[in-house]
């Protein structure tokens, strides 16, 4: 489990990213920020099956619906355009990420879904903070902005939740 948790959070900070530096393409972008929220979804989801610490689920229904909107806000923007594509499922080194969540039980579980929560809503707040200060695409620099609020709010009780 120890070994878990470094490798956890070091594929999080390779496959979303830390804030640009320079703009960020609009598709890359959408890509991210898509990707972010399928493994919200689905972590969230796990969470509310799989724990009984109060804390977690409570803070995995409120991911799950928050997500689920902002994930449906996207996908209404993308789909009246021609030039960018939502990807179909989150990347490999989340299904990785996910599966193993998946493997897990009781403490072990709550310890890395708290864990994966933690790094996987900075690095998004990330994202999407970078594309709303410097996003070259106004319809998808609005999406952030709009957005921001509701991931410094899911950061922040992240980084809250108790260490299992």
């Not at 995995?60 to 355009?81: E, M, P, V």
């Not at 933690?118 to 200060?133: C, D, F, K, P």
Request: aromatic share 4%; proline share 7%.
């Amino acid at each position: 489990m120890k070994r878990l948790l470094p490798i956890m959070t070091a594929t999080l900070i390779w496959s979303l990213g830390a804030g640009a530096q320079t703009a960020m393409p609009p598709q890359d972008f959408v890509h991210k920020a898509a990707v972010s929220t399928m493994f919200a979804v689905e972590s969230a989801t796990l969470a509310l099956h799989k724990t009984t610490s109060p804390e977690i689920k409570s803070f995995a229904h409120r991911l799950a619906n928050d997500r689920g909107t902002t994930g449906s806000s996207l996908r209404q923007i993308i789909a009246k355009r021609s030039d960018i594509a939502l990807p179909e499922r989150p990347d490999g080194r989340q299904l990785d990420l996910l599966r193993d969540l998946a493997a897990l039980q009781g403490p072990d579980f709550d310890r890395a879904y708290v864990a994966a929560q933690r790094q996987a809503q900075e690095e998004s707040l990330a994202v999407i903070a970078a594309y709303a200060e410097s996003g070259s695409d106004p319809e998808l620099k609005a999406f952030a902005e709009k957005t921001l609020p509701t991931l410094q709010k899911l950061d922040a009780e992240a980084k809250a939740l108790p260490k299992p």
